[in-house]
């Protein structure tokens, strides 16, 4: 039984697109993650939502607009995709609002823009 | 601005010896630090974890050690199994930053046989 799916796992799609990640987690975590790894494999921190709360939004584009509608699901919905959005995306989970306790993550959406 | 760093992209040792592998990070308000490790086509996996308040903690073949005046932590695997073969990625937080985690590059091990 999966702890954090995401779907898809693979998404190619044209310039100027608009397209959704789905991630779920059956953990009972309250606090979810969304985190890119660009082209250098660089991890980093998009978003975090405690409870359904945003918690952090890093320096994002607009264009890239999480939704949490319960604790369970994190979603990510992208619009006017860009050739520079192509990179992993992962989904992750933990018990509280920390890395104290360790994040569970997802297997990553990789998405290529063309 | 890469807080995290791991200058070597990757290591090979054999089985049954000891893997090092190091992080440096030059901001000063971390005090939490993670080890994960990451198999190709899936996410990373958390391994080991220490504070900023111990110099050290081990579980089983993992310990990693912890120096704050270099600013800089390692992740000690002993013995070495080629099962560890994977990229394993330092990572930090502090409270302010609402426990972000910030990466390092990873570091690819290849264990031999």
């Known amino acids: 039984d999966t702890a954090v799916s995401q779907t898809p796992k693979y998404l190619v799609t044209q310039m100027g697109n608009d397209k959704s990640i789905k991630c779920e987690q059956n953990?009972?975590?309250?606090?979810m993650y969304w985190y890119k790894q660009d082209s250098k494999k660089f991890l980093k921190i998009m978003f975090s939502y405690n409870n359904k709360e945003l918690i952090i939004n890093e320096t994002v584009p607009n264009r890239f607009s999480p939704k949490s509608p319960d604790k369970a699901h994190l979603n990510l919905h992208i619009n006017s995709l860009e050739l520079g959005d192509s990179a992993v995306y992962f989904c992750?989970?933990?018990?509280?609002?920390?890395?104290?306790?360790?994040?569970?993550f997802g297997s990553g959406t990789r998405l290529t823009v063309v | 601005d890469q807080q995290v760093k791991q200058n070597s992209p990757s290591l090979s040792v054999q089985e049954g010896r000891i893997s090092i592998l190091n992080c440096d990070y030059t901001n000063s308000m971390f005090d939490y630090f993670l080890w994960y490790k990451k198999y190709p086509a899936e996410g990373p996996t958390f391994l080991i974890s220490i504070s900023s308040i111990k110099d050290k903690n081990e579980d089983g073949r993992f310990t990693v050690f912890l120096n704050k005046s270099a600013k800089h932590l390692s992740l000690h695997i002993v013995p070495s199994q080629p099962g560890d073969s994977a990229v394993y990625f330092c990572?930090?937080?502090?409270?302010?930053?609402?426990?972000?985690?910030?990466f390092g590059k990873g570091t690819s091990l290849l264990v031999t046989p």
């Open positions: 990572a930090a937080s502090y409270s302010n930053s609402g426990y972000a985690l910030n």
């Open positions: 953990l009972g975590h309250d606090t």
């Open positions: 992750a989970s933990s018990q509280g609002q920390g890395s104290h306790y360790g994040y569970t």
